[in-house]
């Protein structure tokens, strides 16, 4: 069992270093990439400057031009789809939106399925939305530490949806719905909360958004990712002012966090501000008055788990 324990170990320490190595090579891939590209296009401008004679080519996108490499011929034409996307076109409408979906992004390596995120950040471009399937613990480690992991994140993802863990898988439920003939019938949406996705911000919201910034938002990039998860936990049952009060708290630097974790564990009855940091005391002050006054410690605890479902858990 020593043994055992010894090579798996070893085993986790060799898959640590060759991950490391294949992040390196990637990164010099994409710099050789570029690199070729620019070295094409600084070689066609000699030419022309040079006098030499311009080849035609037959008229069409620039990305089925075959000097391109192929990442490049790629970014083109993610480039030039995501152009299009909302212009009326001659046939018709055009797409209002393009949508990419990637599933199970857990199969890649830690590091290649890194890569992979940050090239589609880079691409996916105006009119388009890629959404992405993936643990954030198991991307972690390729990331560094665990502020880097956050900063990483929270460039790539303007939204983010923490589904809750699965239990029984129902195996028999699903044979039957795959053995079944017509497709299986989906519930409708609920109109609430369309309604409450569609309903914009009061008055009364905005100014309380305003005083939870300094806790929430320290960057352009962490306020408008604030104000996304706000629009989508505000669809529950909860006070919205108490809402707001728990998705900053979830947004807030790890002191502030962990001080409104233990003081919704500990407190009964009203939530208190004292004792809790400046920030903190002065987000909870503007929450209870937006709220009436007061806040329950339930609705406290209630909202902070709604919140919780749209902050990284890291």
Same mark, same amino acid.
């Given at each position: ?5 010894? $090579? ?9 270093? %060759? ?5 390196? $090579? ?34 069409? *996108? ?15 034409? %993610? ?15 055009? *797409? ?46 390729? $990331? ?38 017509? *497709? ?95 920030? $903190? ?30 902050? %990284?858990?890291?």
């Amino acid at each position: 069992m020593r043994g055992a324990r010894l $090579l798996t170990g070893e085993v986790r320490e060799r898959r640590r270093d %060759l991950d490391e190595r294949i992040a390196r $090579l990637n990164q010099r891939v994409a710099t050789l990439t570029a690199e070729a590209d620019a070295a094409a296009k600084r070689a066609e401008a000699a030419s022309q400057r040079a006098g030499g004679k311009a080849v035609m080519r037959a008229p069409g *996108p620039e990305f089925l031009d075959s000097p391109h490499a192929p990442r490049a011929s790629a970014r083109a034409f %993610l480039a030039a789809l995501c152009s299009r996307i909302g212009r009326p076109a001659q046939s018709g409408p055009a *797409p209002e939106r393009l949508i990419v979906m990637v599933d199970n992004l857990d199969a890649l390596p830690p590091a290649e399925a890194v890569a992979w995120i940050d090239a589609a950040q880079s691409v996916i471009g105006p009119g388009s939305v890629c959404v992405m399937a993936f643990d954030p613990d198991r991307l972690a480690g390729a $990331l560094g530490d665990k502020g880097e992991a956050r900063r990483r994140f929270g460039k790539w993802l303007q939204v983010t949806l923490n589904l809750p863990p699965r239990g029984d898988a129902h195996g028999e439920l699903m044979v039957a719905r795959l053995l079944s003939g017509g *497709p299986e019938p989906q519930p409708p949406g609920d109109p609430a909360i369309a309604a409450a996705l569609a309903e914009p911000l009061t008055a009364a919201e905005t100014a309380l958004l305003s005083a939870l910034a300094p806790l929430a938002a320290h960057s352009p990039r962490e306020a408008k990712r604030f104000l996304n998860a706000y629009r989508l936990a505000r669809c529950s049952k909860a006070p919205r002012p108490v809402i707001a009060l728990m998705q900053a708290a979830a947004f807030a630097p790890d002191d502030a966090r962990d001080a409104m974790r233990e003081r919704l564990a500990n407190g009964s009855g009203e939530l208190s501000d004292a004792g809790l940091s400046p920030a $903190l005391a002065e987000a909870v002050r503007a929450a209870r008055a937006a709220n009436g006054g007061s806040i329950a410690i339930e609705d406290a605890r209630a909202a902070a788990e709604i919140a919780g479902r749209y902050a %990284l858990p890291l």
